[in-house]
């Protein structure tokens, strides 16, 4: 059995392959409900399942259910959800656990496991590693008792919970009359919940990305995709289009004409809202190293402060939480406005954007275009195995970089956590700069035999 089971954001892997198959799942079920088991007499240890639309999901569902019962947990099944939806819902139902099955943006082969304790919050790394210690143990201990097994039902009023919830978070005295709205579910977890917000909230909607068979999910749309989503913008002559990932905590957005609208500058609008109203706590927004120059400048001019934490949106969730904030987010567009929601909600942050554009009255090209990006290139790297952060030549290209960079601009090398690719991204004043940058990385990769061919180059 492998040595780690939780990455960056829970655990993920391809479908049927180990971690994620069925025997796995179920020790793993074992381990986290012996660990978060309530022991009270008069309670009923629970445990809440939601999941996306992966075809694999029924497979991984049952295990972990088999696997929870057999601690003496009660299991309620929630069926296709987003994953913001077990992060509420596992604190209004009472549980002591809550799991979502999803690989996120990740393409339909894959899968995962997000585990969320009673509080609404994702398990900190301390209580992830206890877990799998259990796990590689080996052994299937404290068993419950025959009489003493779990029992499993489904709650078919999970959808309806968490649309009132995310409607709620909409302010009582506006609406989206008048609007028309293009959605994009992704084919992911949203797809029946996402339509029904946005409609009952008075838009005129249409839905694209919501007609799930499996093994579709992301698959040219969705938030990691948008150009599907920005297409149907022009072609319906809506206002704006929301496009959302597989399990729909994460939200990129379109304005009229097309353009896209990323997690950076959605903060900034957000956050420049809440601070008009004196809503913003420590006038700080919480971002990560990937989070582009532009957006720090135009907070400086605003006299607000950036906060930059490690890449995942658990780092910058921890931070809020420690430091008392209430909005932070990633560029991709996990955006967590802790006064609704404790972890990142693409639904509930694509109506508090809306809010603002309501309130100002304009075109959403206009109210949601308020910094201007610095230039930034993404470059994603097919790496060999091993650690190409360890070799020296290439170490020296990294800082020479970060050195002629110095404070005009920022250089971020990392390995993914959860694909087998090494990450670059550099921004500054000059693109030409900091692409000769990045060629000079590559080139030491490639001369040290330590990397196939760049997969592709995005710029923003």
């Known amino acids: 059995m492998m040595k780690k089971l939780f990455g960056t954001d829970g655990v993920r892997g391809t479908a049927n392959v180990p971690p994620m198959t069925p025997d796995v799942m179920m020790h793993l079920a074992v381990a986290a409900g012996q660990y978060f088991k309530n022991g009270n007499v008069h309670h009923r240890s629970r445990v809440i399942i939601g999941k996306d639309t992966r075809l694999s999901g029924y497979m991984i569902e049952p295990a972990l259910t088999s696997g929870f019962i057999s601690v003496g947990m009660d299991v309620m099944l929630l069926g296709p959800l987003p994953t913001p939806a077990i992060s509420m819902l596992v604190r209004s139902l009472r549980a002591d656990l809550g799991v979502m099955i999803s690989a996120s943006h990740n393409p339909y082969h894959d899968n995962g496991i997000k585990l969320f304790g009673p509080d609404g919050y994702k398990l900190s790394e301390q209580v992830e590693h206890e877990i799998e210690k259990r796990v590689f143990e080996g052994e299937l201990r404290n068993l419950a008792a025959p009489k003493d097994l779990g029992r499993a039902q489904r709650l078919e009023d999970a959808p309806g919970r968490y649309i009132e919830f995310v409607k709620n978070t909409f302010p009582k005295n506006k609406n989206l009359e008048g609007m028309k709205i293009v959605i994009d579910c992704a084919h992911g977890a949203a797809y029946k919940v996402a339509p029904t917000v946005f ?191 360890e070799n020296e030549k290439v170490k020296f290209a990294i800082q020479a970089g970060e050195k002629e960079l110095g404070t005009k601009g920022h250089l971020l090398v990392r390995k993914s956590g959860t694909e087998p690719l090494l990450r670059l991204m550099a921004q500054g004043e000059d693109e030409g700069q900091i692409n000769k940058i990045l060629d000079r990385i590559v080139e030491s990769l490639l001369d040290e035999n330590l990397m196939d061919q760049p997969l592709k180059a995005v710029a923003s």
């Open 199 to 389: 409609w009952e909230l008075g838009a005129e909607i249409i839905t694209i990305g919501d007609e799930p068979n499996g093994i579709n999910i992301n698959k040219e749309v969705g938030a990691t995709s948008p150009a599907a989503m920005q297409k149907a913008v022009l072609e319906h002559k809506a206002n704006l289009g929301i496009s959302l990932d597989g399990d729909a905590d994460r939200v990129v957005m379109a304005d009229e004409k097309g353009r896209l609208i990323d997690g950076d500058q959605l903060m900034a609008l957000v956050a420049s809202s809440m601070k008009e109203q004196d809503q913003l706590r420590g006038n700080t927004v919480v971002a990560t190293v990937m989070s582009n120059l532009g957006f720090e400048r135009y907070l400086e001019r605003e006299k607000l402060r950036l906060v930059r934490t490690p890449v995942g949106d658990r780092h910058v969730c921890e931070y809020m939480r420690t430091h008392d904030c209430n909005v932070g987010g990633e560029q991709s567009g996990h955006i967590i406005l802790s006064d609704y929601a404790r972890t990142g909600d693409g639904l509930v942050a694509a109506l508090q954007v809306l809010s603002v554009i309501v309130s100002q009255g304009k075109p959403t090209s206009e109210a949601a275009h308020i910094f201007e990006p610095y230039p930034q290139i993404l470059r994603n790297l097919k790496v060999h195995q091993g650690n190409p952060l």
